[in-house]
Every structure is written in C-alpha cells, then in structure tokens.
C-alpha cells in the first residue's frame, strides 16, 4: 500500500497556510508508517500531479473556502465524478488540474480524501487565525484515522 498524504496551501497567505501547517505537526511526530508519504508540496501543484502516479490512495489536506463557520473541519472522499475538468496550466494550478493530471496520463484515481478547514482570511500575512488553528488538531486525528483505515484494508 503506496499512501500520499498531501498538504496544499502558501503559507504567506493567512489561513491558506492550513495544508502546510497540518503536514509540519504530521513531521514533527517522526517517521510514518511504511509505505506512507507525507510532504508539504506548498503550492508545488505540478509536482504534487505527478507525484501522485502510482499512490493507492491519496490524502490531500487544504483550506477550503468559507461556507460557514471559519475553522469547521472537513473530511470529503473524492472520486473521478467530483473532479471538474480544468486545463493545465503549470502557473495556476487548482484542484482539478491537479487531480485530472492522473487522468490524462492514463492513471485511474486512487481513493482520494480531502482533509479540508474552513477558512477566516487569506490576507497576506504569515499564520493561521485562531479558528483554523483550533482545527489543526482534528486535521492530524482525521488523517491519522484515514492512514489506519487505508493500513488496516491493504
């Protein structure tokens, strides 16, 4: 069993900072499990879009725009159906470039998770407000629990 646990965001944007301060928490409690990667790819998109090839499954973790309250945890499976054609543009690359990359090389999708918080700001400034901070450590329990379930089905 090949996982990738993903973090996505820059860090010089306020909350959008969620992914890479969840996978620094994620580092810093020592090596992963055999067979699970876990990396800050920032907002390295082209290299998380091939990175990807070849993973059973994917955990990505990211802020997500606010639809209600900043700092609400998410957990959402994504499949093939959930994944809105985007064109590749190595400059800007969103989530559906990024994942349909998979697709367009001739790879299937992997099961693939979002571990995702609602956010307050993407002001340009260094940090995450207090809200998304709080979530910080329901986003490492959430991707813990999805890495054992992925172990424990492999």
Request: aromatic residues 6%; glycine residues 12%.
């Amino acid at each position: 069993m090949k996982i990738l646990v993903a973090g996505i965001g820059n860090i010089f944007l306020g909350d959008d900072g969620f992914g890479p301060e969840v996978i620094k928490r994620l580092l810093a409690e020592g090596p992963p499990p055999d067979g699970v990667r876990i990396i800050d790819y920032g907002i390295r998109g082209v290299h998380l879009a091939y990175d990807m090839y070849g993973s059973d499954r994917l955990i990505l973790v990211d802020a997500l725009p606010t639809e209600n309250a900043p700092g609400e945890l998410v957990v959402l499976e994504i499949g093939p159906g959930d994944i809105e054609p985007t064109p590749f543009d190595a400059h800007q690359m969103s989530p559906g470039a990024i994942l349909g990359t998979l697709e367009r090389i001739g790879e299937p999708l992997p099961p693939t998770y979002l571990v995702g918080c609602r956010i307050d700001t993407t002001f340009e400034e260094i940090g995450l407000t207090p809200r998304v901070e709080a979530a910080v450590p329901g986003a490492i329990d959430a991707v813990h629990k999805l890495i054992d379930l992925s172990l424990e089905g492999s």
